[in-house]
């Protein structure tokens, strides 16, 4: 089915026009990036093929493992296309990261994986990171400590605690992604969570929690 067999105000640019860029799916929102389809392939095909995995929709967050060279095995993705779309990526990471930490107090996992979402998710190499908290359980900072998994990148704990301790943290909270998508902790992240929670209390220092963040 082409752009043009769809309803006119189904078609992601007039959809975009109409009724604002919240009202797309992710696949429509790729589309208009890619822009043109192929002789048997349109743009929203090619979308709809780079977002799913597995028989489903993964979302934008998975481009973030594809390479460039992955990216242009799709057919009608060049090299440029591939390009776009990763320079879209990085535009839409930096944006994110330049945003203020939320100015709240933590009480809920859900809120602590938020600011952790910020810059693991959709990433394709494990990445830890330590969020230092003050008094009142406001982040005060992020801090990304090693890319690669725990076991196979030796994360010690004294890179853990290195910065709370030297600002005179009161609490921590670390996080990991898991690329694959499972987010059970694995034997080395129960080993290390007991290890860095040992640690903690040696320096008065109160560990909140161990998030696995998905993709």
């Not at 799916?25 to 597995?54: C, F, M, Q, V």
């Not at 190499?125 to 359980?137: M, P, R, W």
């Not at 982040?139 to 890319?147: A, E, H, R, T």
Request: aromatic residues 6%.
């Amino acid at each position: 089915m082409t752009i043009k067999e769809y309803g006119y105000y189904d078609r992601p640019y007039e959809k975009l026009m109409y009724y604002g860029v919240e009202a797309l799916s992710d696949t429509e929102l790729l589309s208009i990036i890619i822009k043109n389809g192929t002789k048997n392939k349109s743009a929203l095909d090619i979308s709809r093929e780079i977002l799913t995995k597995d028989g489903n929709n993964i979302g934008l967050s998975f481009l973030k493992q594809y390479s460039i060279e992955e990216l242009k095995k799709v057919e009608g993705i060049g090299k440029v296309k591939a390009l776009q779309i990763q320079a879209l990526l990085e535009i839409g990471k930096r944006i994110n990261c330049a945003l203020p930490l939320p100015d709240e107090r933590i009480n809920t996992p859900e809120q602590l994986a938020k600011v952790f979402m910020r810059d693991l998710q959709g990433l394709s190499q494990e990445t830890v990171e330590v969020a230092i908290l003050d008094t009142k359980n406001r982040v005060i900072k992020v801090v990304k400590i090693s890319i690669g998994t725990i076991n196979s990148n030796s994360v010690e704990i004294k890179d853990i605690l290195k910065e709370p301790i030297k600002i005179g943290a009161r609490s921590i909270a670390i996080s990991h992604n898991h690329p694959s998508g499972d987010v059970t902790p694995s034997k080395e992240d129960i080993t290390f969570t007991n290890k860095l929670y040992s640690a903690c209390q040696l320096v008065d220092i109160q560990l909140l929690d161990h998030l696995i963040i998905r993709w």
